[in-house]
């Protein structure tokens, strides 16, 4: 099935000169497994170059509005361009419906899974932007998709991870540094399902779930700062 690339391009805001080269970022490495004389290659190549230019024009915008330290622009930047940032984004722009699959990836329900493939897409999109528009329109839409949401992340603090942040304000409220422990877990080595509780000397706050102990962690973190009202 042929997809609707000027409906895309509407969405994105951005006419391409090229729509080869918008298509070529839609391509997932599946695809090609069942369709061998596809005329296009992966986005893989194209993801690289967008993920270069995304890191580029953020760090450049962070650096020519705000005088923090580089520990703090750091942050920012991270907070803006991480895989889950990204895959919000590519979410709310329906990339996800012109994506090239296999038959076998595109009917995959396994949320992480789809989360990387739409991050990926997102940075592959990007490089086609670049490449097929230059610079100023690239960071028009990088300014109008994500650099957008730097206020509300400034203001929640999200930047500062659920862990690092729970740490910060048990000490400074309680003296107490938190600790985790791992309550259970299942599953096979490639997909194990962990839950960790976090406690506060030995009383259990709250729990979260996660594919390591590190997601788990992060989860039941950012649990138990709304349980605490300490966002």
Same mark, same amino acid.
């Given at each position: 099935?042929?997809?609707?690339?000027?409906?895309?391009?509407?969405?994105?805001?951005?006419?391409?000169?090229?729509?080869?080269?918008?298509?070529?970022?839609?391509?997932?490495?599946?695809?090609?497994?069942?369709?061998?004389?596809?005329?296009?290659?992966?986005?893989?190549?194209?993801?690289?170059?967008?993920?270069?230019?995304?890191?580029?024009?953020?760090?450049?915008?962070?650096?020519?509005?705000?005088?923090?330290?580089?520990?703090?622009?750091?942050?920012?930047?991270?907070?803006?361009?991480?895989?889950? #940032?990204?895959? =919000? &984004?590519?979410? !709310?722009?329906? +990339?996800? *419906?012109?994506? %090239?699959?296999?038959?076998?990836?595109?009917?995959?329900?396994?949320?992480?899974?789809?989360?990387?493939?739409?991050?990926?897409?997102?940075?592959?999109?990007?490089?086609?932007?670049?490449?097929?528009?230059?610079?100023?329109?690239?960071?028009?839409?990088?300014? #109008?998709?994500? =650099? &957008?949401?730097? !206020?509300?992340? +400034?203001? *929640?603090?999200? %930047?500062?991870?659920?862990?690092?942040?729970?740490?910060?304000?048990?000490?400074?409220?309680?003296?107490?540094?938190?600790?985790?422990?791992?309550?259970?877990?299942?599953?096979?080595?490639?997909?194990?399902?962990?839950?960790?509780?976090?406690?506060?000397?030995?009383?259990?706050?709250?729990?979260?779930?996660?594919?390591?102990?590190?997601?788990?962690?992060?989860?039941?973190?950012?649990?138990?700062?709304?349980?605490?009202?300490?966002?």
């Amino acid at each position: 099935m042929e997809r609707n690339l000027e409906k895309l391009e509407e969405i994105l805001g951005v006419v391409f000169n090229n729509k080869n080269i918008l298509k070529n970022s839609l391509v997932h490495r599946s695809y090609l497994n069942e369709h061998k004389n596809f005329i296009l290659e992966h986005n893989e190549r194209l993801e690289f170059l967008g993920d270069a230019v995304l890191e580029l024009i953020v760090t450049d915008y962070l650096y020519q509005n705000y005088k923090e330290p580089e520990g703090v622009l750091t942050n920012w930047r991270s907070s803006l361009v991480n895989a889950k #940032s990204l895959a =919000i &984004i590519s979410e !709310k722009l329906k +990339i996800y *419906d012109y994506l %090239y699959l296999s038959k076998g990836e595109s009917k995959d329900n396994n949320k992480k899974a789809r989360n990387y493939i739409l991050s990926n897409a997102l940075e592959a999109i990007i490089g086609a932007i670049y490449l097929d528009q230059g610079y100023k329109p690239t960071e028009k839409f990088i300014q #109008s998709n994500l =650099i &957008i949401n730097l !206020k509300k992340i +400034i203001k *929640d603090k999200s %930047y500062i991870d659920s862990k690092s942040l729970f740490q910060e304000k048990s000490q400074e409220l309680l003296n107490i540094t938190p600790h985790y422990k791992v309550i259970s877990e299942s599953g096979p080595d490639h997909n194990k399902e962990f839950i960790v509780g976090i406690y506060i000397n030995k009383k259990l706050i709250t729990k979260g779930e996660g594919n390591s102990k590190q997601e788990a962690q992060t989860k039941a973190a950012s649990k138990a700062l709304k349980i605490k009202n300490w966002n």
